[in-house]
């Protein structure tokens, strides 16, 4: 989970660049979530989510001026996709990390590593060849 792989790439640098840190952030997050020691990891957790969260917000802002700026025509279905992982990750309750810590890390974790995954590869891959066309790398 969270690792990057070659096939990821959109031959943009830039956005490279920025899918590692998401990659990076969400390891640090299963990492401290697989740890077996007992201690309580809650604020640190709490923490990266938040630091997640800012990121994939900044992330996508990047994208989507990069669209815009060279007429992407599926600008705005691409942005639809942006926000309902904003709206979801938003929504992670707090309240019920800490009770039950593990567990439901692991199935935030999941979903979030699956999302990253699926939205490279089918969703901004389609910009790929686009961007590349105009002399963005
Ligand atoms: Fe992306
Ligand atoms: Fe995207």
Redesign the pocket.
């Known amino acids: 989970m969270f690792k990057w792989k070659e096939l990821y790439s959109?031959n943009i640098s830039k956005?490279d660049d920025?899918?590692k840190k998401?990659f990076e952030i969400g390891y640090k997050l299963s990492d401290l979530v697989r740890s077996k020691d007992d201690l309580d990891h809650y604020d640190e957790i709490i923490e990266l989510i938040n630091e997640l969260t800012k990121y994939t917000i900044y992330?996508?802002e990047t994208?989507e001026k990069l669209m815009e700026e060279y007429g992407f025509n599926g600008l705005e279905e691409h942005k639809k996709t942006h926000k309902a992982f904003v709206d979801k990750i938003s929504q992670i309750n707090i309240s019920v990390i800490d009770e039950e810590q593990k567990r439901v890390m692991m199935e935030i974790l999941v979903f979030i590593a699956d999302w990253?995954e699926d939205?490279?590869l089918k969703?901004?891959h389609m910009y790929k060849d686009f961007l590349n066309e105009k002399g963005v790398f």
Request: glycine residues 0%.
């Open positions: 959109c956005i920025q899918h998401l992330h996508f994208e990253i939205h490279i969703v901004d």
